[in-house]
T-cell receptor, first 117, second 119 residues
Framework: QQQVKQSPQSLIVQKGGISIINCAYE??????FPWYQQFPGKGPALLIA?????SEKKEGRFTISFNKSAKQFSLHIMDSQPGDSATYFC????????????????FGRGTQLTVWP | DTEVTQTPKHLVMGMTNKKSLKCEQH?????MYWYKQKAKKPPELMFV???????INESVPSRFSPECPNSSLLNLHLHALQPEDSALYLC??????????????????FGQGTRLTVV
């Protein structure tokens, strides 16, 4: 069972455009939502993360929007650049000390972003 | 230093070989993870170590044997692997704590992975 659902599977955007990737979850125990960027042959790199007490977080061209009531969160990449072409994974985890998950990350299926010059 | 170092970067092994993957971090993180990633798929959790003790084994076959010799090192010993075990093996670490509000909801750092090919 996929704990975090991510869409779209692939995304093509023109340089300078806005890339938007969406994720949804069911488990209300999740309370930490990171986004990872992965280039081919490399490990995932943390891009930006948000906690559910905040509705939006911005770091440079990257913004996470979080809707707790809808159990959805999204990544917006403003002024998309060819160097942003990569696979993006949303993820979720929960407070670990109270359970047995020990901070494991539940990943979405990933979105392959291509930014055309 | 926010680096998780994995060696080797690439490994080709036969089905009868024994090899080991190594992961090292010096961030003082006490939770360490092994993930397996197939092409165009998300990472899949294999093992979790918390304070050097194996805490989660996601029903991984015994041909994969993890080891955590100290708080900075994590190994994955491989023996009698199958071609379908070929994948990118990722190590990650995270800072646990006793305060539930700040427990493991901190950044998880991944290494660059070991690209394993079983022939």
């Amino acid at each position: 069972q996929q704990q975090v659902k991510q869409s779209p599977q692939s995304l093509i955007v023109q340089k300078g455009g806005i890339s938007i990737i969406n994720c949804a979850y069911e488990n209300t125990a999740f309370d930490y939502f990171p986004w990872y960027q992965q280039f081919p042959g490399k490990g995932p790199a943390l891009l930006i993360a948000i906690r559910p007490d905040v509705s939006e977080k911005k770091e440079g061209r990257f913004t996470i929007s979080f809707n707790k009531s809808a159990k959805q969160f999204s990544l917006h990449i403003m002024d998309s650049q060819p160097g942003d072409s990569a696979t993006y994974f949303c993820a979720a985890s929960m407070v670990a000390d109270r359970g047995s998950t020990l901070g494991r990350l539940y990943f979405g299926r990933g979105t392959q972003l291509t930014v055309w010059p | 230093d926010t680096e998780v170092t994995q060696t080797p970067k690439h490994l080709v092994m036969g089905m009868t070989n024994k090899k080991s993957l190594k992961c090292e971090q010096h961030m003082g993180h006490r939770a360490m993870y092994w993930y397996k990633q197939k092409a165009k798929k998300p990472p899949e959790l294999m093992f979790v170590y918390s304070y050097e003790k194996l805490s989660i084994n996601e029903s991984v076959p015994s041909r994969f044997s993890p080891e955590c010799p100290n708080s900075s090192l994590l190994n994955l010993h491989l023996h009698a692997l199958q071609p379908e075990d070929s994948a990118l093996y990722l190590c990650a670490s995270r800072r646990p704590g006793t305060d539930p509000a700040r427990a493991l909801n901190t950044e998880a750092f991944f290494g660059q992975g070991t690209r394993l090919t079983v022939v």
